[in-house]
Each structure stands twice: as C-alpha cells, then as structure tokens.
C-alpha cells in the first residue's frame, strides 16, 4: 500500500450512512446559502418550466382523484410539501403552474398550501425575502419550514404556526386530514445512503474512510468538500441489518436478488419516508427526481458505487428500493419508461393507480408520453444543434418548454442575428414578440443568473419597439441594479423615441458609472450638438 503522505484521513471505517460526510454536506450548503446555485451544484433538469407542468397536472388530478373518490375534507387544505427546495426556482414555477391549471380547470375552490423545506434557515429566508412568493404569502398559499430529512419528524409551518405532526400528544389541527402531496427533487442522492455487496455468497456492508490534502483540513474538516475522498472497505453483516423491520425487509429482498455484485441502499430517504407516511395518516402522494435508476439497476450493479462531486456530492439513486419499500408499506409505484437523464417516480401510500384514474392518466403522459425527460432530451439536442436552427423552430421551442427562460437565454444571440437577417419572416417575430410577456413572468431572480429581463428588453429595441424595451430596462434594474450598458441602452430607446433630454440623462448615468463609455460620450456630444441646432 502506498501512503500519501499529504494526505490526512478525517474518519476511519465508519458506516457510510453513519460517516461525517453527510455533515460535511449540510455545511456545504448551510455555508454557501443561494450561492450554492450560482455555478456549483447543478439544478437546471430540476428547476424549470417543463418539470414543474409535469408536477402540477399530476398534482391536480390527484386532488381530482381524491375529490371523486370523496376522502378530501373541504374545511382543510392539502399540503404540498417540497424537501430540500435550494433555489427556489422549481416552487415558483410549481405554484405557478398549479394555479393557472385551478383556474383553466374550474377547481379553484381546493385548497393548498405549498410548503418550501429545507434543513438550513439560510435558503428559507432567502425565499421568504423574495418579491415572487409575496403575493403567495399574503394570500396564504405558500408556507416555509424548517425540515431535515435525516430527523425531523414532525413539519413546523413558520408562518401559520401550524404542526404538522404524527404526535398523538399534540392538538387535534395538528393531524393533517387530506392526503399529502410530497415533492422530492434532487434531494434524496444528497442524503445518507450505504452500500452493500453481495460477493461469493456473503452480504457486506460498506464501511467509508473519509480523507482530504492535509491543506484542505480546518476545524478537522474538509475545506473544499469538493476535494474530500471517500473509500470503502467492506464488513461481513447480516439481516436483520438496521433493526427496522421495513428496512430490514428491503435488504432482503435485495440480498435474495442479487448473486454477487454491489447495491446502494437510500436508508436516509426511506426513514425520511417513514415519517412523512405517519404525518400523511398512511395516505401520501410522493413525485421524486433524481439521478437515479428504477428500471436497469442490474447494469449497475457491478460497479462499486461511488459520489461524484460538483461543489456539493451526490450518489445515485435505486427507486426500486423506494418502490419496494412502498409495496411493503400498502402503497403502489410508477416509473418513468427511461432512466436516462433524470429518473422520475411516483409512489403512493394508501392508494393504488388502478384506482385513480385521473392520476394514472397524468402519470403516463406527463412522465412518459411528452414528459419533462423527453422535452429535456430535445433541449440537449436543439443546444447542440441550433445553430442550423430557425427562428420558427426556436419559438416552438420555446412553447414547448413552457416559455423557459433559460432556452430563451441560451438561444438569445441566434435570436438577435436571424431578426438581422433579411430572410426572417416579420410573422415569427410577431409572434416572438407576443410571447416574450410569457418568458419574463417566468423569470426567477437568483444571484449571478443570466439577465432574462435584460435580453428581453434588448431583444424589443432591436425590432424598434422602444417603449416596451424601456419597461424591461427597468425590470432589469430593479433586480440587478444599474449598470452602464443598461443606461447606454435606456439612453438609445430615448433617443428613437425623440426624446433627447431624457437620452442625455441615462447617457449622462452611463458615463458616471462608466467614465471610459466612449460611445455614451459619444451620444452625448451628438445629442448637445442637435439640440444647438434646434
Ligand atoms: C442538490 S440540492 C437540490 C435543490 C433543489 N431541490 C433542486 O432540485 O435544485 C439539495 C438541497 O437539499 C438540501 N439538503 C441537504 N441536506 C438536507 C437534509 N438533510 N434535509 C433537508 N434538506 C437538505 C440542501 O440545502 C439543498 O437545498
């Protein structure tokens, strides 16, 4: 054995489930706030338009299904709860998405209330500083709570001081009396998995080695987590595994299942699991995305499973697991058809699909027929090959991802040239032009994200329409503040719609903050000299 000697081992043999590393996770996240999205850990797949239409149909045709089969109690909501909810950005287009299907389908009169969780008070507040949720707040529709998957067993609703609570000890309103509704995205490959191998017929456990550069170690921790190195060895064990007779049951199956190779179990999620169906009274509705797989989990069993960093860490998913784990329980699952880019499951307790059809049918074609994994294959696609793509089928696109503003974005400089060119129709423009509205409410201001409002407001002065480009000018403004591009553009909208002193104010800015703005200088003196010959 080689030994590093600059290396410095953090914790020895430890079940992984058991390790520090799930700790060194929470503080990655805790210390880093809403910066963690700003570049680090990925959340586009889970956090845009398309997702979230995919979740609301299915969501309301669960209340549909509930309604019909009479188990919704009108004098109480329904609970939406969304673990470990990061940015924000999958809740608002969430909500959104579900009141605008309320409304389209004349079910206004249900009630819920979606719950943002999160185990660090840094995102909570950060949500419930944002303007998007206020109207939200205000009208009681959006609650926040502070929720760590691996305790918690009971939901505290900070704004309505409300419990949700399985604790027979607790008031009576504690107890929640319609289903519930948990959404689960990216959350369950960041909480404590094991690892189990099954090898010339003896069944181990994973025991992990943490270490880092000695460098890289403060307070004995890792400074960048990304820079941690985790490594198994494995224990001969046996079941009865975790003393839970559910949990237990699973590893079984597994055992039995599996001649020799590895397996990962999500032992944090499934007693995260657990609780929830006690607060949910035995009837929960739970969507989960993740990097996953439910379909080929014997493709991967013969690689060691491993966490693959990129600024937080994750490990993969097996929604078999959670499936049988529902099964056991009285509950019942359906898997997207393919596992490839993000694997999306539905799992219910207390229900079974044969039995709710109008849940079943937003299943199947929201997961499988033109679902969110589908539309983000085409997204990966038209990326890769847009640049032969028109401008008409940009806006098809772009209808077809909800009016995504990240397509938006990510096709805006191609936008911008074919309106240059004189082969563009002026009716795609039109239409361009009506959508736009469609992308900038869809736009979530998080920090260092792409300036949607800007590009918009550029993308209305290119075709000459400077009123509206002005509108979003200031949009801008209000969330990034000014800068002197934006000032410098505000000052050419002016100028188009004659008014010259107007112009020379947001030039006159432009310079201020910019003195070496050649061109605003530029304007300026251009400005002086027509206004002289006036
Ligand atoms: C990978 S991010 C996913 C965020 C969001 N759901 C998405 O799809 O972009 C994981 C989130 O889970 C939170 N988290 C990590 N450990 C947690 C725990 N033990 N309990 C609750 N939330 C946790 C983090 O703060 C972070 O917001």
């Avoid at 609703?157 to 959404?183: E, F, H």
Wanted: aromatic letters at 16%; proline letters at 3%; hydrophobic letters at 40%.
């Amino acid at each position: 054995m080689v030994y590093d000697l600059n290396s410095f081992v953090l914790q020895k043999d430890t079940l992984l489930s058991e390790s520090k590393s799930w700790q060194y996770q929470k503080d990655f996240f805790n210390d880093q706030g809403i910066n963690a999205w700003a570049g680090k850990v990925p959340f586009y797949i889970t956090s845009n338009p398309y997702i979230a239409n995919s979740y609301a149909n299915i969501i309301i045709r669960f209340f549909q299904d509930c309604i019909h089969k009479d188990i919704y109690n009108p004098s109480e909501p329904f609970y939406i709860i969304e673990l470990g909810a990061g940015s924000g950005t999958f809740s608002f287009y969430v909500i959104k998405r579900l009141l605008e299907l309320q409304k389209a389908l004349y079910l206004t009169d249900i009630k819920f209330v979606y719950v943002m969780t999160d185990f660090t008070d840094n995102n909570i507040q950060y949500w419930q500083d944002h303007r998007a949720f206020h109207s939200y707040i205000e009208k009681g529709l959006l609650d926040f709570a502070r929720f760590d998957v691996e305790t918690d067993t009971e939901i505290n609703l900070i704004r309505s001081n409300k419990v949700l609570s399985a604790d027979t000890r607790r008031p009576m309103n504690s107890y929640v009396k319609n289903p519930l509704i948990v959404l689960a995205n990216y959350i369950f490959d960041t909480v404590s998995q094991d690892i189990f191998r099954v090898s010339q017929g003896k069944f181990q456990a994973a025991l992990a080695t943490l270490s880092t550069q000695k460098d890289n170690v403060q307070d004995n921790k890792p400074i960048e987590l990304e820079q941690l190195k985790v490594e198994f060895s494995y224990v001969d064990s046996n079941i009865p595994f975790y003393q839970d007779q559910h949990l237990d049951a699973v590893l079984s199956h597994y055992q039995n299942q599996i001649d020799d190779g590895y397996f990962l179990f999500p032992v944090g999620s499934l007693r995260c699991i657990r609780r929830l169906m006690d607060i949910s009274n035995h009837k929960l509705c739970l969507i989960t995305s993740d990097k996953g797989y439910s379909r080929y989990g014997d493709l991967h069993q013969q690689e060691e499973p491993c966490c693959t960093f990129h600024g937080s860490f994750s490990m993969m998913v097996d929604f078999r697991a959670i499936a049988q784990y529902f099964k056991q329980c009285g509950g019942d699952y359906y898997h997207q058809f393919t596992e490839q880019s993000l694997n999306t499951s539905v799992f219910l307790q207390g229900f079974d699909l044969q039995t709710m059809p109008e849940t079943r049918q937003a299943v199947e074609t929201f997961l499988d027929a033109f679902g969110h994994a589908t539309v983000f294959r085409l997204y990966e696609h038209i990326n890769l090959t847009k640049s032969f793509s028109t401008l008409e089928t940009l806006l098809t696109f772009l209808s077809t991802t909800q009016w995504d503003p990240h397509v938006f974005n990510s096709s805006f400089d191609l936008i911008i040239n074919q309106i240059r060119s004189e082969y563009t129709s002026h009716a795609v423009v039109k239409d361009l032009a009506f959508i736009m509205e469609k992308i900038a409410v869809n736009f979530y201001y998080i920090p260092y994200s792409i300036d949607t409002l800007f590009n918009i407001a550029l993308f209305f002065q290119e075709i000459g329409e400077y009123e509206k480009a002005l509108h979003y000018y200031y949009q801008s403004i209000n969330y990034y503040g000014k800068n002197d591009v934006t000032l410098y553009n505000m000052g050419l909208c002016h100028y188009f719609l004659n008014k010259p002193e107007r112009a020379l104010e947001m030039f006159g800015v432009a310079v201020k903050l910019n003195p070496n703005y050649i061109m605003a200088r530029g304007w300026i003196s251009q400005i002086e000299s027509e206004m002289c010959e006036q």
